[in-house]
């Protein structure tokens, strides 16, 4: 199946998959604590990155000055895209049960899968995401339920980024929640507590699923 490492968990209790984006260096296994916490009934789909730069793993590549390539970004989106179709056959996945789960390197792949195939997707959780494809105005993300997560002195990702694309994503149709942390890039506990509040406050519930 493709290039992409990744690992399948698939669920008694749920036909809905969470699809794991880790963070620039991670693993597919990455956020499966995240994932567990969130909703342990679900299926699992982690996927690793298949870009390398100096030596971790990420899912598109950066400009020579270490910027955000958007041509490698919507290169490689198309990759996972094909991936996730694949996945669908070989795992016997309905096509509209997928959740995305995605940290930095993660998050931004993520919103490159939501802009492009939004019917693909049910909902996202976007921790620590920058602003990719700025200028990409042409999808409808009406009854997309996302959350998203920044930290106020996060030097990696700045907040008013994230700010920015809450913005963006909202006009796009998207319901969009956000959570702040005091803290920088890295991932706290709280953010996997107002994640589970949230998921909870969306009513994504195993009837309403299997409905």
Do not use: C
């Amino acid at each position: 199946m493709k290039h992409f490492k990744h690992f399948f968990h698939a669920s008694e209790e749920s036909k809905q998959v969470f699809i794991l984006l880790h963070g620039t260096g991670g693993r597919e296994t990455d956020l499966l604590p995240i994932a567990g916490q969130v909703d342990p009934s679900l299926s699992v789909l982690g996927v690793r990155g298949d870009v390398m730069e100096n030596g971790r793993f990420r899912y598109f590549a950066l400009t020579k000055d270490g910027g955000m390539d958007e041509g490698s970004l919507l290169e490689k989106t198309g990759d996972v895209l094909r991936f996730i179709e694949e996945a669908t056959k070989t795992y016997q996945i309905d096509q509209q049960s997928f959740h995305l789960i995605g940290y930095s390197n993660g998050a931004n792949m993520a919103i490159s899968l939501l802009l492009h195939r939004p019917d693909l997707f049910r909902s996202a959780m976007l921790f620590h995401p920058s602003h990719p494809l700025q200028s990409f105005e042409e999808s409808d993300l009406e009854g997309l339920d996302i959350f998203m997560t920044a930290g106020a002195v996060d030097q990696i990702t700045l907040p008013g980024e994230a700010f920015q694309l809450k913005a963006h994503l909202s006009r796009l149709g998207a319901d969009v929640s956000m959570y702040v942390t005091d803290h920088g890039h890295e991932l706290m506990k709280s953010e996997f507590r107002e994640a589970s509040k949230w998921w909870k406050e969306i009513n994504i519930d195993d009837r309403e699923r299997e409905s």
